[in-house]
């Protein structure tokens, strides 16, 4: 097997910016291959030296480290897939789980398996292919999916955190409040909000030139690289940032915050152990997962990065991109007696169905 290695080459200065490209080749080609190599891809590049695709750096440059990533990355997605599509296909199978507390789950099922597959898929390849190559076009579409669907999961975790609270703190009122249209309503809102968050950050990235250098130091084309790309003034796309960031994930930690405040006053005023072991275990699951989201996403987007730092938010943006996704259909099926007691019934048709 050929051990494989990043070639950092240099090209000459272009209007006052230094080109710098990865280009990933084995250890056997000589560096006149490589430069040929590096001579033809910049033939790809329009008129003015205008970026018409992007290479990305990926999570590491470590050659030896390529493969067990691929597999480690590989086996993620696959849980991540089974789980969701599990999840999904088991709520919508079964109608004793039709209920707003599941319908959420479905939905944030969903967006985790769309999320996961926006940029799971291109980040494998990149780790055994020659050249990390995302056209313009195809970059700008991985942003938009990409930030459509974790906002979408942003407002998702707070519907269902409302939904916890209506159920603990006036479980009387619950069917009334917790209706189909209510659910469908706060649904809607949840992915309207993605895509008005999707298409601001997008829009604003399509306004932006990128000159001679194009290598975007992440494993996907998120917002943070490829503004530091930018031969252009960021003021506003950095605005854009502070503003739209700053109000998807503080408007819903805030919101989950204080569901949470009344929820835990309402489990402390229940006389019962049982009753209280039986609330607070109906939402940790939900704090877990949270807790990971929000805490990750926050510290990745929630201050400015420099091109040093960004390593450091390269290995947080794993969790909420990749560890998170895998885990969601994990800590709410296996902290959950009804998920449990219905996967087990499936998993028992299925077996008694090719027995015979």
């Not at 240099?10 to 056997?28: A, H, P, R």
């Not at 503080?250 to 229940?270: G, N, Q």
Request: proline residues 3%; charged residues 10%; hydrophobic residues 45%.
């Amino acid at each position: 097997m050929d051990f494989r290695t990043w070639y950092l080459v240099k090209n000459t200065n272009l209007g006052g910016y230094m080109l710098y490209d990865f280009i990933y080749c084995s250890l056997k080609e000589s560096t006149e291959e490589v430069e040929n190599r590096f001579l033809k891809r910049r033939i790809l590049v329009r008129n003015e030296s205008l970026v018409t695709e992007f290479l990305l750096a990926g999570l590491t440059d470590r050659p030896e480290l390529q493969q067990p990533l691929f597999f480690l990355f590989l086996v993620i997605y696959i849980v991540t897939m089974v789980g969701n599509v599990g999840l999904v296909t088991l709520i919508s199978l079964n109608s004793h789980l039709h209920t707003p507390m599941y319908y959420f789950l479905f939905n944030l099922s969903f967006i985790d398996v769309c999320y996961s597959s926006a940029f799971t898929p291109k980040m494998l390849m990149n780790f055994v292919s020659r050249e990390n190559i995302i056209s313009y076009v195809g970059c700008m579409t991985q942003l938009f999916f990409f930030l459509f669907f974790v906002i979408s999961e942003c407002y998702m975790l707070t519907s269902m955190a409302y939904d916890r609270y209506v159920a603990i703190c006036n479980p009387l009122l619950y069917k009334v409040t917790m209706s189909h249209q209510i659910c469908a309503l706060l649904t809607v809102a949840a992915y309207m909000m993605g895509f008005a968050g999707a298409s601001a950050h997008t829009g604003c990235m399509l306004r932006l030139t990128f000159c001679s250098v194009n290598v975007i130091n992440h494993y996907l084309c998120d917002i943070l690289p490829l503004l530091q790309l930018s031969c252009s003034s960021t003021y506003v796309n950095e605005v854009v940032v502070l503003i739209v960031v700053g109000i998807n994930i503080t408007v819903p930690s805030f919101t989950i915050l204080i569901s949470y405040v009344f929820i835990l006053t309402s489990i402390l005023h229940i006389r019962s152990a049982q009753g209280r072991s039986k609330a607070f275990s109906t939402c940790s699951s939900h704090i877990i997962a949270i807790s990971l989201f929000f805490g990750s996403a926050a510290f990745m987007y929630l201050k400015y990065s420099s091109p040093g730092s960004m390593d450091v938010g390269k290995i947080s943006s794993v969790f909420y991109t990749n560890v998170v996704p895998m885990l969601n259909p994990l800590i709410y099926s296996l902290r959950n007696k009804d998920i449990k007691v219905t996967l087990w019934k499936a998993l028992f048709k299925i077996q008694r169905i090719t027995m015979f």
